[in-house]
């Protein structure tokens, strides 16, 4: 049986068509997922994110113990400041991508997707032995909620005492929502400014309703997870189990950048991903543009005069674009921006083309 957010009474509410995703009955649309994807672009959606989890980890050594757990350096990241890492295995490959907040000098706060949520708090969870530091899995208490789209600082700024002016992007503040107190962080994975806010579960059908009622006027509508998907695919971002899986490194999926190798000490991957980033790998993640209406899918196979070169990761039917979109890993000898090849859409052969990530990107 699917677990339920602190929100599922509301969507069932609104009339929302529920989908399991990774073990949670979520919202996949409420109304329409196109409309729900345009007004993310041209107004704002609110969007129910309790599945993923917040793991907090304090305490003196709670710095040393994410640049030994992460491939990111976090002791550099000022408090008040957020930075996206990921967490590795052994190997180098990728257990997760993360967002990972310094609250405070010895105060962190790691959210992680929902499907990996287990897996990132047993790894932390093991990984801070020998250090003095507390890791602290918060999900349960937690519930999330996302304001995304150009509307969005105008919706959240009438109904929060918090400077959004100063509120920088991949930045968080304490802030209070008509009496409840919330962390404010200006991030997102819709391609769009917006803020996410982490609230209590039990007050979050409470902040929900207050946002709601801020964004009528302004076009916000709830949104599902099917438009969540397509807006992310638009930016080029990636998604676990798609893009980013074990059989990856960062640096096959194009985010070597998130490597810290300056950094003082061993971490967990270290020698593995330094043996990976001085040879060419074999298969890089490009972006795909095709024509017509068919868009090519996850796992459907990529050729160039009909020899197998690739595997299409995420695709659809660009909603803001008007054209197929996909993103793909593609033997790096056809990785070329301008490269022309074809796609196995069940059995019917369609161009498509490899283009520069992202696809949109807002003005």
Known sequence: MSRETSLHGVHKGLGALFTDFAGWSMPVRYASELAEHKAVREAAGLFDLSHMAEIHVTGAQAADVLDFAL???????????????????????????????????????????????????????ERVAGFDAVVDDRSETTALIAVQGPKAVEILGAVTDADLDALKYYASVPANVKGHDVLLARTGYTGEDGFELF????????????????????????????????????????????????????????LGRVVKFEKPGDFVGRAALEERSKQDVPRVRVGLKGA???????????????????????????????????MAYVDRAYAEPGTELSVDIRGRIEPVEVVALPFYSRA
């Open 71 to 125: 491939v990111g350096n976090l002791t550099g990241v000022k408090p008040g400041r957020a930075r996206y890492t990921m967490i590795c295995d052994a190997s180098g490959g990728v257990l997760d991508d993360l967002v990972v907040y310094r609250l405070a000098d010895e105060h962190y706060l790691v959210v992680a997707n929902a499907g990996n949520a287990q897996v990132v708090a047993d790894a932390l969870a």
């Open 199 to 254: 609230v209590n579960a039990d007050e979050a059908s409470a902040v929900w309703r207050i946002l709601t009622e801020a964004g009528e006027g302004h076009g916000l509508v709830p949104a599902g997870l099917a438009c969540r998907d397509t807006l992310r695919l638009e930016a080029g971002m990636p998604l676990y189990g798609n893009e980013l899986t074990l059989e990856q490194s960062p640096f096959e999926a194009g």
């Open 292 to 326: 017509g209406r068919r868009a090519p899918r996850h796992g459907y196979k990529l050729l160039s005069d009909g020899v197998e070169i690739g595997e299409v990761t995420s695709g659809a039917l660009s909603p803001t674009l008007g054209y197929p979109i996909a």
